[in-house]
C-alpha cells in the first residue's frame, strides 16, 4: 500500500475531500477528519473508535498502531502503509468515514 493508494481509497468515501492540518493532507467529510496521511513517514491514521480500533490491531497488530497519547487512546489508530493491504486499509477507512460523517449521509451510503 502506497502513500497514493491511501489517498486514492479515502478520495473514494462520499463527499470527502482533501485539505491540510499541522503541515500534512487529511481527509475530511462535511468538514470532519476522518483519516491523514504522513507522506514522508509512510503512514497512515484513521479516526476509529476504540473498540474498533482494537479490532484491527487485534487482526493485523504489524499494520494497524494506536496513535500515541491521548488521540490514540480515544481510537485514532496509525496505519503502516507498507505493511498494509488494499482491503484492510479500505475497510478502516470505510469505518472511519462513518464514525464523522453526518448520520442521514453515512445511512444513505452502501459502501
Not at 37 to 58: A, N, S
Not at 73 to 99: F, P, Q
Not at 100 to 106: F, G, H, S
Request: proline content about 6%; hydrophobic content about 45%.
Amino acid at each position: 500500500m502506497t502513500i497514493d493508494d491511501f489517498r486514492r481509497i479515502a478520495l473514494s468515501m462520499p463527499q470527502a475531500i482533501e485539505a491540510e492540518h499541522m503541515g500534512h493532507p487529511d481527509f475530511r467529510v462535511k468538514g470532519k477528519i476522518f483519516a491523514t496521511i504522513w507522506p514522508t513517514e509512510g503512514w497512515g491514521m484513521v479516526k476509529l473508535k476504540p473498540d474498533q480500533q482494537r479490532d484491527f490491531m487485534r487482526l493485523e497488530p504489524a499494520v494497524f498502531v494506536p496513535v500515541k497519547g491521548g488521540w490514540g487512546k480515544r481510537g485514532c489508530t496509525n496505519v503502516k502503509l507498507e505493511a498494509a493491504g488494499e482491503a484492510s486499509v479500505y475497510d478502516a477507512l470505510v469505518i472511519a468515514w462513518r464514525n464523522v460523517a453526518p448520520k442521514k449521509l453515512a445511512d444513505d451510503v452502501n459502501l
